[in-house]
């Protein structure tokens, strides 16, 4: 078992947002959560990505828990263990293609990431194009791009919010492919939030939040 969660609490100044989610995600396969807007989808992701704490519950990973993590533990266990692809894509104009993916190697320790930087591009479609600035890029390109910097340390865990939703469906469909392929190949435990049921479709469970808490769906 890769990722596990236990009865996951949270709750802002006079909101329940999750009231006691439970989860359990294998390496290699896709969790796909769908729900409406509000329902605490991207509070859930940021808890299970350690961006915040949970009032309560159990997240473990590969049998460590993180839950109780200091700051600072859970920094440096998010920047090597965890991968984020979200729908803004999140790069930064001011480097190349390339410098946007060797960031994570940086922050998770990688002394020479440049190797799996260059075969991830090649695996994207990419290959060449490491020099570019991400401003020349499509909006498919880009989000291949920080599927690429997401990867690059090969996550235990990958993160997706809503990652097709500024792309059309021809390119949505392909980027949602290699997320995929990808994180399958490397035996990621792949947790997707998204409205599309299409895009749902492609997981290997569906499940739905609502109530505070997850639902399975067909």
Same mark, same amino acid.
């Given at each position: ?12 100044? =006079? ?17 796909? $959560? ?75 320790? $990688? ?18 194009? =490491? ?88």
């Amino acid at each position: 078992m890769r990722l596990e969660v236990l009865g996951l609490k949270k709750s802002y100044p =006079g909101l329940e947002v999750l009231t006691g989610v439970d989860l359990a995600v294998a390496a290699g396969e896709v969790v796909a $959560i769908r729900g409406q807007s509000g329902t605490g989808k991207s509070t859930l992701l940021h808890c299970l990505g350690l961006l915040d704490r949970a009032d309560a519950g159990v997240i473990r990973l590969d049998g460590q828990d993180l839950a109780g993590l200091t700051s600072a533990a859970a920094a440096g266990h998010r920047a090597r263990r965890i991968g984020f692809v979200f729908q803004a894509f999140h790069l930064l104009p001011e480097f190349t293609v390339r410098e946007n993916i060797l960031m994570s190697a940086r922050t998770a320790g $990688i002394v020479d990431g440049g190797p799996r930087a260059d075969d991830l591009l090649a695996r994207v479609g990419l290959a060449g194009r =490491g020099s570019q600035s991400v401003t020349t890029l499509s909006g498919g390109e880009r989000q291949r791009v920080a599927l690429c910097r997401a990867l690059l340390p090969r996550p235990a865990l990958l993160l997706a919010d809503e990652p097709t939703g500024n792309l059309d469906p021809a390119t949505a469909e392909t980027v949602l492919g290699l997320l995929l392929d990808l994180a399958r190949a490397d035996g990621a435990a792949v947790v997707l939030v998204t409205h599309d049921p299409l895009v749902a479709a492609r997981a290997d469970r569906r499940l739905e939040l609502a109530q505070g808490r997850l639902h399975q769906r067909g």
